[in-house]
């Protein structure tokens, strides 16, 4: 019987959250499960600081960015005391689930926390980056390429009017989801991603054979590449080119704000009511995810581990069209 469950969203911050969080209240409530929302993420676990969830709690937030339980990153749950205090806490408050929005460092500890209570986890993935196995779209990454798209838009106009070349830096320590998808829908003359290797020598080559009839040219630059990000980048291309007007562009976190899209809302909304459901069909310790628009459950052992390379055909396609 699931009677009380516990949200908490962790790790950084991404549009759609609330939709998600909204849904997994809702669908608690109509089953007639008792929601409690933790604060901040692991912190609120360890602090037992919570809020009981209601039907008018969740209104007005599904278009909403950001998350209104609030997240963190929390080195004290990296610790024994840390981990006990949090299983303390859910065993205090007769949790039977919980369900955890967030990324790889939120489901490596919903795996800390399997090991130590015998809860019925479940995990939506919540992240701009996009780099969970498990997933087609993990919630964030439309919204954030969309924000990255329109800022590319916004500067190749000025880009044009100047003959500039623009080196554009873009979310993504580890993985390069987010500058693939945004160079190949802003049209960008060149990529530099981390699953990339040995790239830069590459893009200055490419950079001799660009087009005289250019009237602009935008490189994209994950912040993880390890060309050391799009400063460094404008550096080596001043040297190799000094008759080049270049400028530099970092946009930072405003990839993680702004309202969600639609289709983020309606995955959000989809993943946050099957969690739900898993949990009353008795799953445990999975990410739910959208797989070619199905419905699909992976460990969370399998879940966190990253994309280690781009597709191909994409790959080959900004190639092509970037010429």
């Known amino acids: 019987m699931i009677q009380k469950i516990g949200i908490l969203t962790s790790g950084g911050d991404s549009p759609g959250m609330n939709a998600c969080i909204r849904a997994v209240v809702r669908t608690g409530l109509y089953h007639n499960i008792q929601v409690l929302g933790f604060r901040k993420g692991y912190e609120g676990l360890i602090d037992n600081d919570f809020v009981e969830l209601s039907r008018e709690s969740v209104s007005?937030?599904?278009?909403?960015?950001?998350?209104?339980?609030?997240?963190?990153?929390?080195?004290r749950f990296l610790t024994k005391e840390g981990q006990q205090k949090a299983v303390d806490h859910l065993l205090l408050n007769k949790l039977d689930g919980l369900v955890i929005i967030g990324g790889d460092g939120s489901f490596r500890g919903a795996i800390d926390l399997s090991k130590q209570i015998k809860l019925p986890i479940m995990g939506c993935a919540g992240t701009i980056d996009n780099d969970l196995v498990g997933t087609d779209f993990t919630?964030?990454?439309?919204?954030?390429?969309?924000?990255?798209?329109?800022?590319i838009d916004k500067i190749r106009d000025t880009a044009e009017s100047h003959d500039r070349v623009?080196?554009?830096?873009?979310?993504?320590?580890?993985?390069?989801?987010?500058?693939?998808?945004?160079?190949?829908?802003?049209?960008?003359?060149?990529?530099?991603?981390?699953?990339?290797?040995?790239?830069?020598?590459?893009?200055?080559?490419?950079?001799?054979?660009?087009?005289?009839?250019?009237?602009?040219?935008?490189?994209?630059?994950?912040?993880?590449?390890?060309?050391?990000?799009?400063?460094?980048v404008a550096d080596l291309i001043r040297k190799n080119s000094p008759e080049?007007?270049?400028?530099?562009?970092?946009?930072?976190?405003?990839?993680?704000?702004?309202?969600?899209?639609?289709?983020?809302?309606?995955?959000?909304?989809?993943?946050?009511?099957?969690?739900?459901?898993?949990?009353?069909?008795?799953?445990?310790?999975?990410?739910?995810?959208?797989?070619?628009?199905?419905?699909?459950?992976?460990?969370?052992?399998?879940?966190?581990?990253?994309?280690?390379?781009?597709?191909?055909?994409?790959?080959?396609?900004?190639?092509?069209?970037?010429?």
């Open 60 to 75: 007005g937030i599904i278009h909403k960015g950001g998350t209104m339980l609030k997240t963190a990153r929390c080195p």
């Open 139 to 151: 919630i964030g990454y439309d919204t954030a390429i969309n924000t990255v798209i329109d800022a």
């Open 166 to 232: 623009f080196v554009i830096e873009v979310m993504g320590r580890d993985a390069g989801l987010i500058a693939l998808r945004s160079a190949i829908g802003g049209g960008a003359e060149a990529l530099l991603v981390p699953e990339l290797k040995n790239d830069l020598s590459a893009l200055l080559e490419k950079m001799k054979k660009w087009r005289s009839t250019k009237c602009s040219k935008i490189i994209v630059v994950a912040e993880g590449d390890e060309s050391g990000g799009a400063y460094k």
């Open 244 to 323: 080049l007007e270049l400028r530099v562009t970092v946009l930072g976190h405003i990839q993680r704000g702004g309202n969600p899209s639609c289709m983020e809302r309606v995955n959000a909304s989809m993943v946050g009511f099957h969690a739900v459901k898993a949990l009353l069909a008795g799953r445990k310790n999975e990410l739910v995810g959208i797989v070619n628009n199905q419905i699909v459950y992976t460990p969370f052992e399998k879940a966190v581990k990253h994309h280690l390379s781009l597709k191909k055909d994409l790959e080959e396609l900004i190639e092509v069209l970037s010429n």
